[in-house]
């Protein structure tokens, strides 16, 4: 099992800048992509970043330049800094990983896991 913790979420005024931080424990299973996601009220959850365990990365189009996503593969983080806020971006945010267990490395096998969400509002 793998577990995601997100930190980092809040109130900022529009303009600012916001980092979030997800941390994913689970020492038997081998993380592969992680993304961050966010979900406004009445509005289906949308991707907002990728970056696979080589680093490549992809945004989009609505926070494309204001937005970067980063990771440490050593300890299993995820970061994503915010500048440029807008109350557009005002959603729950959510830690997603694809993870493959230790043994099936190598043999198609990938799950899904989801962190808590942290609440970012960007007040106009």
């Known amino acids: 099992q793998v577990r995601l913790v997100e930190s980092g979420g809040g109130l900022v005024q529009a303009g600012g800048s916001l980092r979030l931080s997800c941390a994913a424990s689970g020492s038997t299973f081998r993380i592969n992509g992680m993304d961050w996601y966010r979900q406004a009220p009445g509005k289906q959850r949308e991707l907002v970043a990728t970056?696979?365990?080589?680093?490549?990365?992809n945004y989009a189009d609505s926070v494309q330049g204001r937005f970067a996503i980063s990771r440490d593969n050593a300890k299993n983080t995820v970061a994503l800094q915010m500048i440029g806020l807008k109350p557009e971006d005002t959603a729950v945010y959510f830690c997603?990983?694809?993870?493959?267990?230790?043994?099936?490395?190598?043999?198609?096998?990938?799950?899904?896991?989801w962190g808590q969400g942290t609440q970012v509002t960007v007040s106009s």
């Open positions: 970056i696979t365990s080589g680093g490549s990365t």
């Open positions: 997603h990983a694809l993870a493959t267990p230790l043994p099936l490395v190598g043999r198609g096998f990938e799950y899904d896991y």
